[in-house]
């Protein structure tokens, strides 16, 4: 089983959305939905679609859109283990997505920025059968200290959890939290934006081997959108890192078979793509 960790968002999507409405205006969409969404829901759905038992962990609050994401997680985890914040509401986003995709954000960052160690419960995870950690977005648990988060991963390691961390864009983020607890992460993902921010490297292929210079163990990947990502590992020192672009168009049997890091990698673009591609046959079909 695999725990997915950290922050659950109620996202409500409106789409298309050419442009904002003036201050006092109005503009209109085709759909305005309601979605869960963050590291917890984005990966825990994927993963459960693949097959795999999901733990989901996160912090809500004691209100309806809390009540809605709880209900939706029981649709796809195997085993939960939330708590309901009676003084913070729901974190929350609205998500403006214009005519190609591209997403806009405004977060209230509410229950979900309280994320803290009580809520990782890592002794009755590992009796649950839980053998692998995701937790994210680290630059979003204000409230978790960074000598906590190390106590945590550090807990994670003990215990023989593969550890894979995520973060995601924003402007008050404190990427220097985020370099001190790389060491302690297996796997790690970020996207071109947030690399470079971590790394201050221009160029993909020069972010994901900074990652791996700042101590990341097994694979970065630094994920480009409809680009797919470049996949960077150790071998046997940094000197002799692989790295590779990696298409979304690339089925994952096709992986190297001298490369096995290159599935999970083929594996994470495919699904991306796959998930992409049904949103949008949904869309065309309403
Ligand atoms: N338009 C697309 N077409 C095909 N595959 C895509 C597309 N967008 C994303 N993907 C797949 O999903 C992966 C992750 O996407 P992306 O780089 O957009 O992550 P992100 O910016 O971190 O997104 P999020 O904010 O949801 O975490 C990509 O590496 C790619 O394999
Ligand atoms: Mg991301």
Redesign the pocket.
């Known amino acids: 089983m695999i725990a997915v960790a950290g922050t659950l968002v109620a996202d409500i999507l409106a789409h298309p959305v050419a442009r904002l409405p003036a201050r006092g205006g109005l503009e209109r969409v085709s759909t305005i939905a309601l979605h869960s969404g963050g590291?917890v829901a984005?990966t825990g759905v994927a993963l459960s679609r693949l097959g795999v038992p999901v733990a989901a962990l996160a912090r809500l609050g004691q209100d309806a859109l809390g009540r809605h994401l709880g209900e939706e997680v029981q649709g796809w985890a195997a085993a939960h283990f939330l708590s309901f914040d009676a003084s913070a509401p729901t974190s929350s986003t609205l998500v403006f997505v214009d005519a190609d995709?591209e997403?806009s954000f405004l977060l209230s960052s509410g229950a979900g920025e309280r994320f803290c160690a009580a809520d990782l419960p890592l002794e009755r995870l590992s009796a649950a059968g839980v053998r692998a950690l995701h937790l994210g977005y680290l630059n979003l648990f204000s409230q978790l200290g960074t000598p906590e988060l190390l106590e945590l991963l550090r807990g994670a390691r003990e215990r023989g959890f593969l550890v894979s961390l995520?973060v995601?864009?924003d402007p008050r983020a404190d990427w220097d939290r985020v370099r001190a607890v790389l060491p302690y992460a297996d796997l790690f993902?970020?996207?071109?934006?947030?690399a470079c921010a971590l790394t201050r490297a221009r160029a993909p292929q020069e972010a994901a081997l900074r990652l791996l210079e700042l101590g990341v163990r097994q694979a970065v990947?630094v994920?480009?959108?409809?680009?797919?990502?470049v996949l960077a590992t150790p071998g046997e020192g940094l000197k002799s890192a692989r790295v590779s672009r990696?298409?979304?168009?690339t089925p994952p049997g096709r992986a190297t078979p001298s490369w096995p890091e290159c599935w999970p990698a083929g594996t994470?673009?495919?699904?991306?793509?796959c998930?992409?591609?049904r949103r949008a046959r949904r869309r065309r079909s309403r």
């Not at 994920?223 to 797919?228: E, I, K, N, R």
């Open positions: 590291a984005n995709g997403r995520d995601t864009w993902c970020p996207n071109l934006r947030e990947a994920t480009l959108g409809a680009g797919g990502c990696w298409s979304p168009r994470g673009g495919w699904t991306g793509r998930a992409l591609e």
